[in-house]
């Protein structure tokens, strides 16, 4: 069993940055890709970018390519996102997502371990 516990969340002025954090139990962590996704209110949750187990491999949504950057250290079992040049369209609700294999995915339903969520606030 894994469990994903994501922090970084806040209010951020439009223009500014943010690191999300996602820690993960277990040592297996090094062996499936992660993503994370966003929900803001209101809508449903979408992809925003994900990352290959390896970290060699990215893919972001054309809505935060450019701004955003995902990364990872397996050593210490953590997957970031890198939040730049927010926007009050970025609010949302953050969440870490684990898949159950290698390869990195934007479908969520390959997606089977999720952390609580994170609130980001970008105000204008």
């Known amino acids: 069993q894994v469990q994903l516990v994501e922090s970084g969340g806040g209010l951020v002025q439009a223009g500014g940055s943010l690191r999300l954090s996602c820690a993960a139990s277990?040592?297996?962590?090094?062996?499936?890709?992660m993503a994370w996704f966003r929900q803001a209110p209101g809508k449903e949750r979408e992809f925003v970018a994900t990352?290959?187990?390896?970290?060699?491999?990215?893919n972001y949504a054309d809505s935060v390519k450019g701004r955003f950057t995902i990364s990872r250290d397996n050593a210490k079992n953590t997957v970031y996102l890198q939040m730049n040049s927010l926007k009050p369209e970025d609010t949302a609700v953050y969440y870490c997502?684990?898949?159950?294999?290698?390869?990195?995915?934007?479908?969520?339903?390959?997606?089977?371990?999720w952390g609580q969520g994170t609130q980001v606030t970008v105000s204008s």
């Open positions: 997502a684990g898949a159950a294999g290698a390869y990195f995915s934007r479908r969520e339903g390959l997606y089977i371990y």
């Open positions: 277990g040592r297996t962590f090094s062996r499936y890709a």
């Open positions: 990352i290959d187990s390896s970290g060699g491999s990215t």
